[in-house]
């Protein structure tokens, strides 16, 4: 059982140049995320998918787009990468319980981004 | 945004010794979450309170959510060298059903020495 499955798992680019960020997860969940983890601040929340169909901004959204593809597949595209955008990138992905409390989150492995 | 403050940051001790770290907000949340992470690795549930002034505890790990739901406590009893990782905590509000994300602490880095 894979679970969330993230590629690729280290990528340098030169500032300017574009990505995309795959996603996929095998667990049948509704919810996809995307965070950030940089020394020092944490995981910061850049978009989310609620469901298939609909995407939300985050707490760090600028610079990002995504695109929630089916239910099993989010990924996120960087258009023109700048260095303040070196991190390391998870995916994670839950199930909606239809409750006043949040499902917990199940990560991916991560991407670690260079961008010089 | 809704800030999640965890302490201590660095946190290095002896095996068999206790110890406990914290995590506190100005805000409610509906629900709170810790989670574990290792290097080059996702950070990985290890429980979920919900109940203001609930207590869980998993072996030697002890959580405790306190009763306005702004704060949580993580005590880990007898610490083994196993222990050692990354610990954070995640708060949520339970926007949309759960589904709008959590809200992560700094986290607090951990080394159990043998």
């Known amino acids: 059982n894979a679970g969330v499955t993230q590629t690729p798992k280290f990528q340098v680019l030169k500032t300017g140049q574009s990505m995309t960020l795959q996603c996929a997860q095998d667990m049948n969940h509704n919810s996809m995320y995307w965070y950030r983890q940089d020394p020092g601040m944490g995981l910061r929340l850049i978009y989310y998918?609620?469901?298939?169909?609909?995407?939300d901004k985050g707490e760090v959204p600028n610079g990002y787009n995504v695109s929630r593809l089916n239910k099993r597949e989010f990924s996120l595209r960087l258009e023109s990468a700048a260095p303040s955008q070196t991190s390391v990138y998870f995916c994670?992905?839950?199930?909606?319980?239809?409750?006043?409390?949040?499902?917990?989150?199940?990560f991916g492995n991560g991407t670690r981004l260079t961008v010089t | 945004t809704q800030l999640l403050e965890q302490s201590p940051q660095f946190l290095s001790i002896q095996e068999g010794e206790n110890l406990t770290v914290y995590c506190n907000s100005s805000s409610v949340f509906s629900s709170l979450q810790w989670y574990r992470q290792e290097p080059g690795e996702g950070p990985v549930l290890l429980v979920t309170v919900v109940t203001g002034g609930e207590v869980k505890k998993l072996k030697r790990l002890t959580f405790q959510f306190g009763d306005a739901r702004k704060d949580s406590s993580l005590h880990i009893t007898a610490a083994q060298p196993g222990d050692t990782g990354l610990y954070l905590c995640a708060g949520g509000r339970g926007s949309g059903g759960g589904a709008d994300g959590l809200t992560f602490g700094k986290g607090t880095h951990l080394i159990i020495q043998p």
């Open positions: 998918s609620a469901s298939e169909g609909t995407t």
């Open positions: 994670a992905s839950s199930w909606i319980n239809g409750g006043s409390y949040n499902s917990p989150l199940h």
